[in-house]
């Protein structure tokens, strides 16, 4: 341990470590042990990988999924001597070379990587010559599929650090309840009773407040002298990127200069927001949730949920953000019944049709390999195709990969290129390659003004010539500086591992699997809602109550805080969720009327409760159209009987040609409909009306 105090001390002179950072470092360097750290947002945690990745021989990977946090450390890193680089798909050619010649001569220290890079040919050939002394995964909540934060690339992180034969792995989150760590646990090899490092999430400065409001304006009525109270910054954390403008223009005529923050802002104004907000002393933001990562300013005194935050881990994470100083600060979360269909539309959206599913598995499982023996598709067209959001589609992709083994993830390509001239001598080499790579390019590409556009998957088809090679003689043109070049239109490969199924019968079953354990997914989105309203309305300390979740039984000794709203008053909140109406007849006759499709009960179902999809917003049945949301109020597996009766009717075929799907699926039956499990409902009973 002497090494990695003095590193401490040279480079980020530190007298010593906190919580329980010397642990974690001793048993990464001197235990030789995998290990897991659950610590709070700004508790330390980049210091129990930094500092041993410094005092060990070979490389540090960081796995983190946040390119904006991953350059933050690294510059950190770099201002500091540290030997750090990321490698990531903003850099350009000559950058990224210059990282892997770095790794390769043993020079770099860490090297911060997002999770798809695992399924980078080049960067596993690379990392099989490197020797790993430690793997660093941020975010590790992701790995587990009980979170809430699942992401399924997550997944092949485990089996890239046994392939790779790495040394040792630190896991990283600041939220994990119980069943997540221990799914990491299982991943990682990690000794459940040695290898765990938990600082409690309960923090006695933070006071956890609870008010119903009904109306926006109820809210606003609540909201806007709490804010004139402030002592310091306060965020104001809204569901839907509209709210946040929404809200700031009812503040701004009460002498406040809110800043709004969400992700459909430019990069560039995101990080002035965000820069600003940092440097302010009284600085209030309204903001999505995409605001958050990577904060870690002290003194934020309010943090306020608009509306209910979707899991007690979002919760958890977001008030976290709140008093880092130790001074007291107030955590505002409103309840509001009109918010909750909101909410669960989110997590309805997620599930796509059987039908849909069975469409998309029979394109996978029938596709003609490419010529070099790999699956290529366009994800993006495939979303719009079948209406899977694209989260949604890549764990359909994970789960053929990682569940069934019939597929495995490589390194993705770009089917479309425009060239376009870079200097005239350089045009003039371009024109004058003779080579026959050269000539097919020329043969199949097509002028679009003064670019030449070419899909090199469609040309490889119908030359004969093969889509590695005419990619590569464009790259080169480019690395040459005889030409300009955009690639567009990514497609994801897939090495085949064993024969696809081809019977229809195995498709259908494989189709009816993964679309169950959607709806169990659904199911329990839904049910993690209900564990936030819960919370907020026990007859329990609510800072108590949380820290239970989290697995911290005993960290309020007497089991009461003194500041939430239960131990102010003494009792629980009173909050009726509201009942949920039958779908009305009428705007039922007015959704079908509009939207033609009959093919799939969820779509209309997703137009009446008001959810996106990709299909609905190429029909432009989406969120510009009047009707779309119109039946919010309604329970959505309601809908989806309501409009299953009506598809059953029309035999599940549109009313009239459309545009976004002619396919079938190989066996065509009533039961992608059927009023059951297999349709999206449970038996129709409103679970929101029975919860109220």
């Known amino acids: 341990m002497e090494d990695a105090h003095r590193v401490l001390k040279n480079i980020w002179d530190f007298p010593s470590l906190r919580l329980s950072q010397e642990e974690v470092i001793k048993r990464l360097i001197v235990d030789n042990e995998n ?73 770099l220290k860490l090297l911060y990587v997002a999770p798809e890079r695992l399924n980078n040919e080049g960067f596993i050939a690379m990392m099989s010559h490197v020797k790993i002394s430690l793997l660093a995964i941020d975010e590790s909540h992701c790995i587990s599929q009980w979170g809430a934060s699942f992401r399924p690339e997550y997944l092949k992180i485990a089996r890239f650090a046994e392939e790779m034969d790495v040394e040792r792995v630190l896991c990283l ?17 990690i000794d459940t009773q040695k290898g765990v490092f938990r600082t409690p999430v309960y923090r006695s400065n ?26 310091g910054p306060a965020i104001i954390y809204v569901t839907l990127q509209r709210h946040t403008e929404e809200v700031a223009d009812h503040l701004r005529p009460h002498g406040m200069k809110p800043m709004v923050y969400h992700a459909g802002l430019r990069g560039d104004e995101r990080t002035r927001v965000q820069q600003q907000f940092m440097e302010s002393d009284n ?66 959206g997620d599930t796509c049709s059987k039908r849909s599913l069975h469409l998309w598995l029979q ?39 990682l569940e069934y083994n019939y597929i495995r993830a490589v390194t993705p390509l770009y089917s479309q290129y425009d060239i376009s001239s870079c200097t005239a001598d350089g045009w003039q080499k371009v024109m004058g390659d003779k080579s026959e790579v050269a000539k097919t390019i020329k043969m199949y590409w097509k002028p679009r003004g003064s670019t030449y556009q070419i899909d090199v998957v469609v040309a490889a088809q119908q030359s004969g010539q093969d889509r590695g090679d005419l990619a590569r003689k464009i790259s080169d043109w480019e690395l040459s500086d005889w030409a300009n070049v955009k690639a567009s239109q990514v497609r994801a490969r897939y090495k085949i591992l064993k024969p696809l199924p081809m019977e229809k019968e195995e498709i259908a079953n494989i189709a009816e699997m993964m679309y169950n354990r959607m709806l169990d997914k659904e199911e329990e989105a839904v049910v993690k809602l209900q564990q936030v309203i819960n919370f907020a309305t026990n007859d329990e300390c609510m800072a108590q109550c949380l820290a239970s979740y989290f697995g911290d039984e005993a960290a309020i000794p007497t089991g009461l805080c003194g500041s939430c709203s ?18 009305d007849p009428i705007k039922i006759k007015a959704i079908l009327n509009a939207c033609p499709e009959r093919d799939d009960p969820r779509l209309l179902a997703r137009m009446a409760f008001g959810v996106t999809s990709p299909r609905l917003t190429a029909g432009k049945w989406s969120t510009s159209h009047p009707l779309f949301g119109s039946m ?13 009766k009506e598809c059953a009717r029309a035999g599940y075929a549109n009313a009239e040609p459309t545009p976004t799907n002619n396919k079938r699926p190989v066996s065509q039956s009533a039961s992608y409909g059927a ?15 029975r919860r109220g």
């Open 35 to 107: 290990a897991l750290v659950l610590y709070p947002t700004g508790g330390g945690k980049s210091l129990t990988y930094q500092v041993p990745a410094l005092c060990l021989p070979g490389l540090t990977v960081v796995i983190s999924p946040l390119i904006a946090l991953m350059k933050d450390q690294v510059d950190a890193l770099v201002d500091r001597g540290v030997k750090a680089a990321n490698l990531d798909s903003t850099l350009g050619a000559e950058r990224a070379a210059w990282v892997k010649q770095e790794v390769v001569s043993g020079r």
């Open 173 to 189: 989150t600041a939220t994990a309840t119980p069943n997540v760590a221990e799914d990491i646990c299982k991943s990682f090899f």
């Open 206 to 231: 933070l006071a956890l407040q609870v008010q119903v409001a009904n109306t926006l304006d109820q809210k606003l009525d609540t909201l806007i002298p709490f804010l004139k109270s402030r002592t």
């Open 283 to 348: 600085g209030i933001v309204c903001a999505t949730i995409a605001f958050g990562m990577g904060i870690d300013k002290a003194n934020i005194r309010q943090v306020v949920h608009l509306f209910m935050p979707k899991t007690l881990e979002n919760y958890c994470q977001e008030v976290g953000r709140a008093g880092r100083d130790g001074l007291p600060s107030t955590c505002l979360m409103f309840l509001s019944a009109p918010d909750i269909p909101i909410l669960e539309g989110f997590f309805r």
């Open 363 to 401: 394109e996978v499982a029938l596709k003609t390999p490419d010529g070099d023996g790999t699956l290529s598709f366009n994800n993006y067209q495939q979303s719009k195709e079948y209406d899977i959001r694209p989260t949604i589609l890549g764990l359909c992709y994970a789960q053929l990969e």
């Open 566 to 583: 239960f131990c102010r008053t003494g009792k629980g909140i009173t909050f009726e969720p509201g009942i949920t109406t039958l779908p």
């Open 632 to 644: 919010v109020e309604v329970d959505f597996n309601a809908l989806v009987e309501a409009f299953d």
């Open 675 to 689: 009023c059951s499990r297999s349709s999206g409902g449970r038996g129709g009973t409103s679970k929101r009306a």
